[in-house]
């Protein structure tokens, strides 16, 4: 085989030498923004916080409606009425100093009281009660309508009105109202009471419903109720005999 021709570079002597090729390149000992001590020791600082920036929300106040103001104006008239009224009231009371009327049964009377032929159980009471006013600036008007009933447990065995009347001021005034009625199972009733009288001890209930209104000076005021509860305990109920009244609770209240 032949040698393999070898190409070798010439080098020309007459061409310029070729500059040095630059140094790498260092990375800088201390970074760029930072502070160096005396010593020259460089001082790392923190990186700044990252800074978020929230959306900017613009609330409007709300608008008032007319109903909202109507509302606010309607309690604020309500609180001022009801202001006027209870100054009112109590301007009255130091005024009128009122007190409530008081009553008494005086005597009780059974002018009947027998079996009728369909068993029912009659009954006819005669009862004076007095009326006591102790105001000494009102007057009352007792009206139509009022109710005065005589119960023996839970059975009403009669019933009746008080009169229509004005009772002046600090007065004391004695009515006698008849009672009359008929009660359901007349035989059991009667047998009750009879077992009752034996005993000398009937217990009788006396309830007063009665409607007045109230004269102040000369101005006369709505109707109110007196509604009365008089326990009463009899010895008796021996017709056409004064009944003795042995024990007598009676309780009142002014109903508006």
């Not at 978020?52 to 309690?75: A, D, F, N, Q």
Request: with cysteine.
């Amino acid at each position: 085989m032949a040698d393999q021709q070898k190409i070798h570079p010439v080098v020309d002597v007459e061409a310029p030498p070729l500059p040095p090729p630059p140094p790498p390149a260092t990375a800088p000992l201390i970074p760029p923004g930072s502070s160096t001590s005396e010593k020259g020791i460089p001082l790392q600082h923190p990186p700044p916080p990252l800074q978020r920036t929230l959306p900017v929300i613009h609330s409007t106040p709300p608008k008032r409606s007319c109903c909202c103001k109507c509302l606010c104006w309607t309690i604020s008239l309500l609180v001022l009425i009801l202001i006027i009224l209870g100054a009112t009231a109590g301007i009255l009371y130091l005024v009128f100093k009122p007190k409530l009327p008081n009553y008494s049964v005086d005597s009780l009377r059974i002018s009947d009281l027998r079996l009728n032929l369909d068993m029912t159980l009659y009954a006819k009471f005669d009862v004076k009660i007095t009326a006591n006013n102790p105001n000494k600036k009102i007057g009352i008007y007792y009206e139509k309508g009022s109710r005065l009933s005589v119960w023996y447990t839970e059975t009403k065995l009669c019933e009746g009105s008080l009169p229509k009347f004005y009772q002046d001021h600090q007065n004391k005034t004695v009515l006698n109202v008849s009672l009359t009625g008929q009660a359901q199972s007349g035989s059991t009733l009667m047998k009750a009471l009879q077992e009752q009288q034996q005993t000398g001890r009937v217990p009788l209930d006396l309830k007063v419903d009665a409607p007045i209104a109230i004269k102040l000076g000369s101005l006369k005021l709505r109707k109110v109720k007196i509604l009365g509860d008089c326990l009463l305990v009899v010895d008796s109920l021996s017709a056409n005999n004064l009944i003795s009244i042995k024990a007598s609770n009676c309780r009142f209240r002014l109903k508006l």
